[in-house]
Nanobody
Framework: QVQLVESGGGLVQPGGSLRLSCEAS????????MNWYRQAPGKQRELVAT???????NYADTVKGRFTISRVNAKKTGYLQMNSLKPEDTAVYYC??????????????WGQGIQVTVSS
């Protein structure tokens, strides 16, 4: 099975930084598309950032200039670098990726979710 495992979350003070990782395991060739979502208590899940097949990136207005999404296919890992964190960034963060499998098929998978808490 292909799985995505997230790491790097935790508690940070306002203005601090965290780097989330999303590592894919299994027989994959590349990450076609990677997205990061977040969900705060009582709110809908929202798309934070995405990187496409050609490397184009898009960000939610609330995180532009502060967050950077990337993927390193040699490591089968995607990242979300979060700088200048604000309390309103507090949420559970989920990675989502469309993966190119060695069989020629693609598969879309979700990470397990990881807590990010920004508080003084």
């Amino acid at each position: 099975q292909v799985q995505l495992v997230e790491s790097g979350g935790g508690l940070v003070q306002p203005g601090g930084s965290l780097r989330l990782s999303c590592e894919a395991s299994g027989s994959i060739l590349s990450i076609n598309i990677m997205n990061w979502y977040r969900q705060a208590p009582g709110k809908q899940r929202e798309l934070v950032a995405t990187v496409g097949i050609g490397g184009t990136t898009n960000y939610a207005d609330t995180v532009k200039g502060r967050f950077t999404i990337s993927r390193v296919n040699a490591k089968k890992t995607g990242y979300l670098q979060m700088n200048s964190l604000k309390p309103e960034d507090t949420a559970v963060y989920y990675c989502n990726a469309n993966l190119q499998l060695t069989t020629g098929w693609t598969q879309t998978s979700w990470g397990q979710g990881i807590q990010v808490t920004v508080s003084s």
